[in-house]
């Protein structure tokens, strides 16, 4: 019996999971995710913040599945690194689980380059469902919404928070051409965003290239996504520009690693099924290396 940790519970870590159980072969399976819940379609997060899904029409299985096939899921945890050497995978309450395999499916996140004030709490990352919660309830009492980041995705939030009645300030180039100047809405292209203004929580102005303020309360980031792999730093798996390194068969420089989705370098991101059940094959296979491990 193997003890199999999955790092990342979105499509891709959830693949893995449901190819392990799909054929039952009494590996202890634990994933590790940042998220509060079960796995969900991250894709449908505009429609779920334009009111026209619920939470429950998110999720890929419900609360019951981890428990059902025997899968320890470490909710709301963050991994901190890996210890290669010792096969150990540390979280950030310094908890230490062995493994035989690891396997990778950390995804990405949006990026913010460095503009200063990008980690005030009034700046929300529109990736995560935690944080789309938070945007939504916060997008109520709010009067001036700065949207920054990815054209095209600043755009979908723009139409959904209009529609909220709520004035936008977009920071964002190239402005989409099917982008009209709509009331209540003012996109700015020809200045860089220069700093977030704003203290603790409260968020007050975009402060443009050109000089200029522009007042808002919220600061909602899209798009513009980076592969989430910090904490493989000094771990020895091969990386490049933050994209884990893996062969056809999704398995990185060392043996009993595999990564798969977003995470891994652009040309080799495979179908999730696909990539799943190589990467269960390649771990059921090597059972009696797992053994020797
Ligand atoms: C609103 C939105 C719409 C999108 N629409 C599309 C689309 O239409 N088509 C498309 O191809 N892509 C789309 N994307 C991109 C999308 O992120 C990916 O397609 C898909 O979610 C990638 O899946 P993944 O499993 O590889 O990684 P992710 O979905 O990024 O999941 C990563 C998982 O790893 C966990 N994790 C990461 N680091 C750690 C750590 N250190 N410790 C513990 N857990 C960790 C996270 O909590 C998460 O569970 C969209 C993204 C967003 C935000």
């Given at each position: 019996m193997a003890k199999i940790i999955i790092i990342g519970n979105s499509p891709s870590g959830f693949s893995v999971c449901r190819a392990l159980v799909k054929?039952?072969?009494g590996h202890e399976i634990t994933v590790v995710s940042r998220e509060s819940g079960p796995a969900y379609k991250r894709d449908l997060l505009f429609e779920y913040f334009a009111g026209k899904?619920?939470?429950?029409?998110?999720?890929?299985?419900?609360?019951?599945f981890y428990k059902q096939n025997k899968i320890n899921l470490l909710k709301d945890r963050e991994v901190l690194r890996v210890d290669t050497k010792k096969q150990k995978v540390i979280l950030k309450d310094n908890l230490k689980l062995d493994y035989n395999f690891l396997v990778i499916a950390s995804g990405e996140e949006v990026s913010l380059s460095?503009?200063?004030?990008?980690?005030?709490?009034?700046v929300f990352r529109f990736y995560s469902l935690k944080d789309v919660k938070k945007i939504k309830q916060l997008v109520g009492l709010s009067q001036v919404v700065g949207v920054i980041g990815e054209a095209l995705a600043c755009q979908k939030i723009t139409e959904i928070v209009l529609a909220k009645k709520k004035e936008v300030k977009i920071v964002s180039?190239?402005?989409?051409?099917?982008?009209f100047d709509i009331e209540h809405a003012e996109w700015i292209?020809?200045?860089?965003?220069?700093e977030i203004i704003g203290e603790g929580n409260e968020i007050k102005a975009l402060k443009l290239s050109n000089g200029k303020a522009l007042g808002v309360d919220l600061v909602i980031a899209a798009g513009n996504y980076i592969p989430y792999?910090?904490?493989?730093?000094?771990?020895?798996?091969q990386t490049d520009n933050g994209y884990i390194v893996v062969d056809s068969l999704m398995?990185?420089?060392?043996?009993?690693i595999f990564a798969c989705g977003r995470?891994?370098?652009?040309?080799?991101?495979?179908e999730a099924n696909w990539s799943a059940q190589t990467i269960v094959n390649a771990i059921n296979n090597g059972e009696l290396s797992c053994q020797r491990l």
């Open positions: 054929n039952p072969t899904l619920t939470e429950k029409e998110l999720f890929l299985c419900n609360d019951d460095d503009v200063p004030g990008k980690n005030k709490e009034g180039k190239p402005r989409p051409e099917a982008f292209e020809k200045f860089d965003l220069a792999s910090d904490f493989l730093k000094n771990s020895g798996v398995r990185t420089n060392i043996e009993n995470v891994c370098k652009q040309g080799v991101v495979r």
